[in-house]
C-alpha cells in the first residue's frame, strides 16, 4: 500500500485487482465463521415487555459459534461462503485494485514524497462505495443466508443456496431489492475500507520509518492488526444497521432502523458483536494483507519477466 518507489509498485491494475480479489477470497474462507457469529448477535433483538425474561439466544462470540455448531452442525458457520466469495471477488478486487489508481488521482501523478493522510482517507472511501455499489446483490444474499438459524421441523427454508436466493429475490420482490440496504451498505464499506485501507497505509508507512523495521512479514501482521481496530471502532455503528435492514424487511428506511435500534435496544445496540466483530476483522485484515503483499510480489515477478 505504501509507495515506497517506482519500480516496486508498477503492477498492472489486473494483478492488483487478481491480487486483491485472491487475498479477499482468501480471508473470507478462513473467517466466516466468525461473520456468521456476528450477524447473529447483531440480527438478535431484546425481549420487549411482555415477552418474559428469557435469555437471549446467543451470548458472545464463542457461545454464539458453539451454539450454531450445536444446533445446526459446522457446516452452518460457513452459511454464506458462496456469495461471500461472489461479494469478495468484486468488492474485494475493486476497493483494493482501484486505491493506488485513485490515490494518485487524487494526488495528482507528478507528486513526490509521503502521501498526506486525508488524501488516503478520501482515496479508500472513493473506493468502498463505487465497490460495494456494484457488490450489494452478493452481500445482501450472504447476510440473509447467514440470518436464517435452525428452523422447526416441517419449515422449509427461504432459499436453498446462493443462485436460488438471487432469483428468488428478484422474482419475489422485483430486481431493485437485491440492492436493499444500499445507503447504510455504501456509508459502512466506505467507512471500514477507509479506516482498513488508509490506516494499513499509515501504520505501514510509520513502521518502515522506524529503524530496524523492513517491508516484510511482521510489519504487515502489525499493520494489518491496526487496520483491523480501526475498522470496527469506526464501522460497528452502521454495520448493525446494514445487517439489520438486510436481515429484516421490516424497516422502512437506514433512519427508521437506527431510531428503532436505538429506542428498542439502547445505544449498546450498536455494538453487538463487537468482539466477534473484531475477532473477524483483525484476523481477516491480517490474513488478507499477509496474502495481498505476497500474492502482489507474485505477480510483480510474473509482470516484470
Known amino acids: 500500500m505504501v509507495t515506497d518507489s517506482k519500480a516496486k509498485s508498477a503492477i498492472s491494475f489486473a494483478g492488483t485487482f487478481a491480487s486483491s480479489a485472491f487475498a479477499a477470497c482468501f480471508a473470507e474462507i478462513c473467517t466466516i465463521p466468525l461473520d456468521t457469529a456476528k450477524v447473529r448477535l447483531q440480527l438478535q433483538k431484546k425481549a420487549v415487555a411482555g415477552e418474559g425474561l428469557a435469555l437471549p439466544k446467543y ?27 461472489h461479494r469478495q471477488c468484486l468488492f474485494g478486487g475493486l ?16 507528486f513526490v514524497g509521503d502521501v498526506p493522510l486525508t488524501k488516503k482517507i478520501l482515496a479508500a472511501l472513493t473506493t468502498g462505495a463505487l465497490a460495494i455499489t456494484v457488490a450489494n446483490p452478493t452481500d445482501l444474499v450472504k447476510v ?9 421441523p416441517g419449515v422449509p427454508r427461504r432459499y436453498t443456496g446462493a443462485l436460488n436466493a438471487y432469483s428468488t429475490i428478484v422474482r419475489q420482490e422485483g430486481l431493485g431489492a437485491l440492492w436493499t440496504g444500499l445507503g447504510p451498505n455504501i456509508a459502512r464499506n466506505a467507512i471500514i475500507n477507509a479506516a482498513e485501507l488508509a490506516s494499513y497505509d499509515q501504520v505501514k508507512q510509520t513502521i518502515l520509518k522506524i529503524p530496524g523495521f523492513t517491508d516484510n512479514i511482521v510489519t504487515h501482521l502489525l499493520s494489518g492488526l491496526g487496520a483491523g481496530f480501526f475498522a470496527v471502532c469506526i464501522g460497528s455503528p452502521v454495520d448493525v444497521v446494514k445487517s439489520r435492514m438486510m436481515g429484516d424487511s421490516a424497516y422502512k428506511s437506514t433512519l427508521d432502523c437506527f431510531i428503532k435500534t436505538l429506542k428498542n435496544d439502547g445505544p449498546w ?14 484476523s481477516w485484515n491480517v490474513i488478507m494483507f499477509l496474502t495481498l503483499e505476497q500474492a502482489k510480489k507474485f505477480v510483480r515477478s510474473l509482470e516484470s519477466s
Open 59 to 85: 451470548r458472545g462470540m464463542l457461545g454464539t459459534v458453539a451454539t450454531i455448531a450445536r444446533e445446526e452442525g459446522l457446516s452452518a458457520l460457513w452459511k454464506g461462503i458462496v456469495p461471500g466469495l
Open 144 to 152: 440473509r443466508l447467514q440470518a436464517e438459524g435452525k428452523l422447526p
Open 95 to 110: 476497493r483494493i485494485g482501484l486505491y493506488e489508481p485513485v490515490k494518485t488521482f487524487y494526488v495528482g501523478s507528478d
Open 269 to 282: 445496540a450498536f455494538y453487538k458483536g463487537f468482539i466477534p466483530n473484531f475477532g473477524r476483522l483483525g
